[in-house]
């Protein structure tokens, strides 16, 4: 409520700071074709630097850090020049180095002119092309050095900054990937943790390089006038000249194997206590924030700061902060034409792989043609077998594919019992990355969003810390709604898996549902999954679907060329043929009852067949099997002749038993896993036609196929009466599935296509090279 | 009318109807000099206090005081001599004195001085707040010490000055203990009631047999005993009418669930104090108030066990709001001593998920309900609802799922409610924490209850575009497909 009540009382006075700003912004450009143009900086050598360490009553600190110095110094061998800026120290700092180190250069200053004068001076004596400035609370590591220099490997590098340390005893509250975020109208500057890629590719960018363990292009530093003023005595500077440099299109960037330790406010802690300390460093964001940030940027910032006044920094220091407010405009006024939106720059440090997509994309190279390729799927189950027709089917193909190229795998959990099933992935896969289930935000404000569940932010991070890492040549999205990700690989091609073509599954269920305004509803459900799901296959390079019927749905929403088959096989030797010990009065239904098609099935059969089926046959039992059965499934189970099983280990039991398999689904499209299992183990099965979608099903010889209640009764009762129809249809159900439906073939096919497309593709960039 | 002005006159006490602030400036036949206001902001001992000391003092002398005060303690402010006038505002009522208190401040000019007594207690807070809002030329103050001095820029510190509390002992309380109980326990309320952090300066009167007095005679701070004979209604319900008649600002009872002293027990029920002082069997005790009414009720009137006070376990009811595996965290959590010191979990849950809890270490007892009978359902629910457990948990993630649960966390009679989120980290819900509630939580990623509520609009209102468009959409896209094949 208070914070609210600032919000209402800061408003005109916020409101005149916006004014104040936009006033700038006119006179800023009113000035703008008088201001010189860009200047080239020039060549730089990186054999050699100079070292510049910035000093003031620090003789206890520089004990430590100059021999640590010295001796990094000495480890490169270059002709390296180490200056120690004194800023008017009383403690005989002075004196000590001069005895001590003479061969270091001291340039002495009359009184304590600040962080940033001082090292402005310090800069404007160095003699070579680099400059590394050096906090004296900062102890290098022997090979500091040469990944510094190494990391100005092109001439848009303005600074390389070194990965900070901290004391052990210490939180590490600094690592030198620097980055900052705007929330609620405030702006936070973090450092965020240093992580595999960063080691991986050396350098990415970072916000800003800490003026305290960084090397700096000496020519950008002084183009750019050097540290502000504005933030003296200290805090925030090298912020603002990083992010000065940034808008000029000259990058900062992070060298990971360089290390420092650094003993942190060595210096400031003596002269300001904490609370002071907190508060000078707030009010630096807020000028650092007024001075760099564009005038539509800041209208959010000012409107909403208020609101964090209390949170974040006292009324009283934020009035106070305002005292700055015509260096600022004058600031402002005198800034250059930018080249990258605050938006382009902070999304670079906190996002590595943007920065990567937009200036190293040369770094995707033509896989030669006996190459092994580097493939990720993308899956949002975990492929495994045993529960999951469509998980099944991911990891057939993926351990085909795996045999011949380097997969890796990312993909949901959706609970901790998959994690079970992670070693089947592991066994196969080059590297296997899961990510739990967990909330999504909402984004979209239209009605009914099928796919946004599985927009997760924490998955998003991990696939690009993934592709941060590594140039994948490929990538596979399994199932459409991964292809929410597509946008982190605009290079590499891309595949869709259209397991199941979501919106003529959701035709589907428009079609049983009797009620107009849920078929309304539906019909809305079914339109706004179509054009999702369109949407992201036109992001796509391929797209794989898994029937004839699954390519027919697409086509017209998707170029041709996109659309392929690739079609569902069965492992024969898992689902072996056997005739011995069936139940002749048994029926079994299998399906994971996290699909609703198989939900709706089951409902399907036991109000409108099973009653038939039970008045014609009183023996009958009814077995069903599959994974998490909801509670009106599992009530089912209370009657005499219905058996629930849940989940079970081993699935074929069920089929080797059945004297009838049902399949009696009514929504959903794709082929049916459980079709070709119930073939492969010698099952005979009656499904309804939509069930056979997509399958060389034929009726009454390898299956009975069933349009309604009626006839789907009739006969189940006619094989559970007859067990030789039942032998001949599993028979010939055998031999079609062996023919047809063999997953190394299935594998071979999908091998191929990606290759075939690899190959198309650099064929295309050489001819278009040529 | 709500503001009640009793003006003592020297000129025969007629009635006028001008405003209070022109009547200052009235001739009333005494010498008046300038125009003083005094506000009642303290008992009336020190008010006489403070009005002899101002009307004695430099700034007020022969001046006319006018007495802004409570309308039952007009009269008594009317007979003092300094007080040429008194103005009232209404006992009883937030909004008469709302009412009151803006006739006042529209209608009465500026006086020459305005006085009160600020010595840092809490009470007579409206008054107080009248005396900042009042217009004057100037403010004199009285610190606890009765020590006065003119507001201005040099001395607005002495307003905060800790010095400027009270010093005086506290006010004796008068407190009515009913014997509902046997003698050694009626004797140890009595030491109980006087304890430092109950009623320290009790003046106590002990409504008991007769057979009893002689045992509680010899107890400290018993000021009289009202006795009625042994066995004889009559006499206990002549006594009860004349001891309820004076006024006690406490009445202390035991209630125990025995039936032993049952007439006494009903008259403590019954008596219309503001404050009364229960005692439960193992002699812990709290004021009876809104939020322990139901506590009292439910578990007070055991014998001793089943406490609902401060050292006794805490009885927490948890609702299935998660799945089993988050559930199973949420109950360790909610056992936590931080969170909930000595807690005894109820675990309500649905019947085909006690499997998944059965012997789960924390739980002391499980509810559940079946989806078979909705009578069942209501009847268990209901149950549910008034067990008064001293807390119930539930986890909010901004999820759709368990809606019934969430709501009956709402519904279940309980003076706090804790409220769990997508990791599990927990707040109890009060005015300070309803925002967090209110607004959601980044971190976690889920929508706040506002945003979700707005959105669901939203989408409401976007329905039918939307259709629309995809209808157009679809349309156009065929048909472009079609005329290219």
Redesign the interface.
Known sequence: MIRLLLLIIFLPLQLALLVLIGISECLKLACSPFRKKQPDPGTFSTDSCSLVMLNWNGIHLLQESIPALLEAVQADGADHQVIVVDNGSTDNSVEWLEERYPEIEILKLEKNRGFGKGNNLGVEVARHDIVVLLNNDMIVRKDFLRPLLDGFSNQDIFAVTSQVHFPAEKRREETGATSAYVSRGWLHFTHLPVKDHHLSRKHLPVLWAGGGSSAFRKSMFLELGGFSDIYSPCYQEDVDLSFRAWKMGWHSILAPESNVLHKHRGTSSRLFDEKHLKAMVEERKLWFAWINFQLHNLVPHLLLLPFGLTKWMPVSSYLKSLRKLPGIMASRIHMPARRFSDKEILNWSAHPLAYLNRFRSERFQDSSENEKLKILIVSCYLPHLGTHGGAGRVFQLMKRVAARHEVTLITYLESEADQHFLDQSRACCHKVVTVPRGRYRTRSWYPYEPFEEFNCDVFRESLEDLACATDYDLVHFEWTQMAEFSDLFPFTPKFITEVEVNWAAHRTLVKVESNPLKKAKKYYNTLQTLYREAELCKKADRIVCVTEDDKNYMRGYVPDDKLLVVKTGVDLDYFSYSEKDRDVNSIVFVGAFRHSPNLDAMHYFHREIFPEVIKACPETHLYIVGSAPPDDILALGNQENITVTGFVEDIRDYYWKAQVVIVPLRTGVGIRGKVLEGWAAGSAMVATPLACQGLEARHNSNIMIADNPSEFAESTVRLLKDPEKCLALARRGRIDVEELYGWDAMGKEMIDEYESFLKNRRDLRLEKNS | MIMDRQQQSASGGKKNSRTPGRELIEKTGRKVGRSVFVVETERLSTMRKVIAETAAGEYARDSRITVICNNRRGKYYQSLPSVSEVVTYPARGIFAKIAAAAKLLLLTGKPDLIVSVLNGERHFRKSKLLFWLLKARRRLIFDGHLDSFLLDSSNRKRLFSKSRKNMTPPRRIDVLIFETDAIEIVREVIRKTQDSHVIPSAQITVFCRESSVEALKSCPRVKKIAAYADHSPVSWFKQALRTISRKNTVIVGVLNGRKRFFLSKLLFCLCRNRHRLVFNGSLDCCFWNRHTYGQIISQGLKTGVNSPFADNPRKVLVLETAEP?TMKKLISRAAEPKVNPNARITLFC?E?RLGDFDNLPGIEKIVTYS??SLKAKLSVTARIIFSYPDSVAARF???KDFRPMKMLFWLVRTPNRIVFN?TLDCFYLNRKTAAMFIFGN?R????SLLV?LI?KL???I??LP??AY??I??GT??LH??LKH
């Open positions: 595996e649905g085909t989806d078979n993630n901004g999820g997508e980044n976690n990623l889920v929508d979700t959105r939203v989408k409401l976007l329905f939307r259709f995809l209808l959409w679809r896209t065929l497909f079609k």
